[in-house]
Each structure stands twice: as structure tokens, then as C-alpha cells.
């Protein structure tokens, strides 16, 4: 059944700083920008919040700037901006094929970096890329700024440190090496929601991040240093299998997971093409 719209309480800010007070003084309440997940769970009646904030028309909060070799990417960015940005494009080229794998183009057009990210689904199709590229999230409040590593933004499930009168405004990019790897394996080529995803960087320090295998996205410390000591990659699959946490759902079983992170690790780690290769 759906959520009767009559039921919710919706505000609307028109800078940032009215935002941010609105946050402070009138919470609890819950930022929207492209809604694609919120219009959703409205339709299905599983709306878990009633009170929310619009900043979809905050424009200081869009835009992609090159910074030291890396990139400052502010919170409302759309995933078609990022897919069609040369900066992207340069420095961090498989940022913008997680992008065009994000739903279809009303979802690309409407749906935000930061939406993805505070949405905190670890089936998110960027987050294993913001992993492995050892981003940043910048906080604001009112009170002030605060900066927190990508990879220890969330608690749990769906959960993060962000508090209640914070928003995401930017996400910090430092550079990221040569040899970047993507690949989303999912139902359909498009429209899926993924059945595992997975950002990797071939480099002297390999980085690999996986999502829909736990209950965040997550890097692979153990299966990193496996392979940058030199383990036969039959060992390094069998670290990544003991490291990862899938669980049976209605998109696939713990078992098919486990073996595609296997394999596609492999395939990345022996050169593979047939998932979106960088190598610069």
C-alpha cells in the first residue's frame, strides 16, 4: 500500500545555511535531492521517515572540480554529470562507469553522489569505487565542518557516523593509480540492482572493494596484502572468500556470491578485459 503523501512534512531550503539551521532547529528530518530511492519505498508503503528536507535547488552544492591530481565532487553531482565529465573521465574513469550502470537515465539524471552514499546500500554501484579510491566525505552542520574517511563512514547496515544536523556537501578525491578495473554483475545490462560489484586498482599496493558481499560495501585488507606479497592468486581467492560476509536474498544465494568475487577476482587480477579496464 502507499504512503499517503498527505501524511508527510516537507520543508524546503534555499541556501545552504538555511538548510543547515533547518537541521539543527527543526530535526528530525531527512534531506532529499533526486528522491529516486525515496519515491520507491512511497510506492511500496515502506517510507521509514515523515519528515523531510528538499535541497535539490541548492546549486553550491553541485559541480566537479580538479584538485592536486584528484577531484572535489559537491554532493548533488548527478551520476550523468559524472559520466559525462572529462575531469572524471581523466582521473577517475571507472567513477563514471559505475555511473552509466546506476538504474536508467531518469534514475542517472535525477540520482546524486551523495544520495548514493548516504543511502548506504551496499549494493550502491559507486561506493566500492569511492573505496578503493580512498575518498573523503566532508560534513557540515551549522556548528561547523568535519572530514571523514570513505571507508569509515559506515557503522553497519544502512547505518553511518553522519549525525542528524549534518549534510554531505562535497566528496574529496585524491588521486587514484593506473590500471582501474569495474565490473557489476546483475540481472539485466541495466536496470539491476547488483548481485555483486566490484572497483579494483592494479598497482604496487593492490586495492579491492567489493558491495553486496556484507553489509556495507567494504575494501579487502587481507586479500590486498595477499597479493602484494605475492600469493598464487588459488590462495588470494580463498583469503577474499573468508573475508567477505554474503548472505542468501532475493537476488542471489551466498554461495553464487562468494564464487563470482572469486572469479572476478582472478579475472581482474590476470588482466581480464571483459569488465571496464583503465589502464593509463
Same mark, same amino acid.
Given at each position: ?7 508527510? !512534512? *516537507? ?11 533547518? *537541521? ?6 531527512? =534531506? *532529499? ?34 584538485? !592536486? ?23 577517475? =574513469? %571507472? ?16 540520482? #546524486? ?23 573523503? %566525505?566532508? *560534513? ?67 586495492? %579491492? ?11 579487502? =585488507? ?23 560476509? =554474503? ?28 569488465? #571496464?579496464?583503465?589502464?593509463?
Amino acid at each position: 500500500m502507499r504512503t499517503a503523501v498527505s501524511a508527510l !512534512d *516537507l520543508r524546503k531550503a534555499s541556501s545552504v545555511d538555511e538548510a543547515l539551521a533547518i *537541521l539543527r532547529d527543526d530535526a528530525p528530518r531527512t =534531506p *532529499l535531492a533526486g528522491c529516486t530511492d525515496v519515491y520507491v519505498s512511497l510506492n511500496f508503503g515502506t517510507l521509514s521517515g515523515a519528515r523531510f528536507l528538499d535541497i535539490w535547488g541548492l546549486d553550491e552544492l553541485r559541480g566537479i572540480t580538479a584538485v !592536486d591530481g584528484g577531484m572535489r565532487v559537491g554532493a548533488l553531482t548527478t551520476h550523468t554529470e559524472l559520466a559525462r565529465s572529462p575531469i572524471v573521465a581523466e582521473r577517475l =574513469p %571507472i567513477l563514471a562507469a559505475a555511473c552509466r550502470e546506476v538504474g536508467g537515465v531518469q534514475i542517472q539524471n535525477r540520482g #546524486t553522489l551523495a544520495g548514493n552514499v548516504a543511502n548506504g546500500s551496499p549494493a550502491g554501484d559507486t561506493l566500492p569505487v569511492l573505496a578503493i579510491a580512498d575518498a573523503v %566525505i566532508l *560534513l557540515r552542520s551549522a556548528e561547523g565542518e568535519r572530514r571523514v574517511p570513505f571507508n569509515g563512514f559506515y557503522t553497519g547496515y544502512r547505518a553511518t557516523v553522519m549525525r542528524p544536523d549534518e549534510l554531505i556537501v562535497a566528496i574529496e578525491i585524491p588521486p587514484v593509480p593506473a590500471g582501474q578495473w569495474f565490473r557489476k554483475v546483475g540481472t539485466r545490462a541495466a536496470q539491476a540492482i547488483s548481485k555483486v560489484v566490484v572497483a579494483a586498482v592494479k598497482d604496487r599496493q593492490p586495492r %579491492i572493494s567489493f558491495g553486496s558481499v556484507a553489509a556495507t560495501v567494504v575494501r579487502l =585488507p587481507r586479500t590486498e596484502a595477499a597479493l602484494a606479497g605475492g600469493a598464487p592468486i588459488e590462495e588470494a581467492q580463498r583469503v577474499l572468500m573468508d573475508e567477505i560476509t =554474503p548472505i542468501d536474498d532475493i537476488r542471489s544465494t551466498a554461495d553464487y556470491r562468494r564464487r563470482v568475487c572469486a572469479n572476478l577476482l582472478a579475472r581482474w587480477w590476470n588482466g581480464a578485459s571483459d569488465g #571496464t579496464e583503465v589502464s593509463r
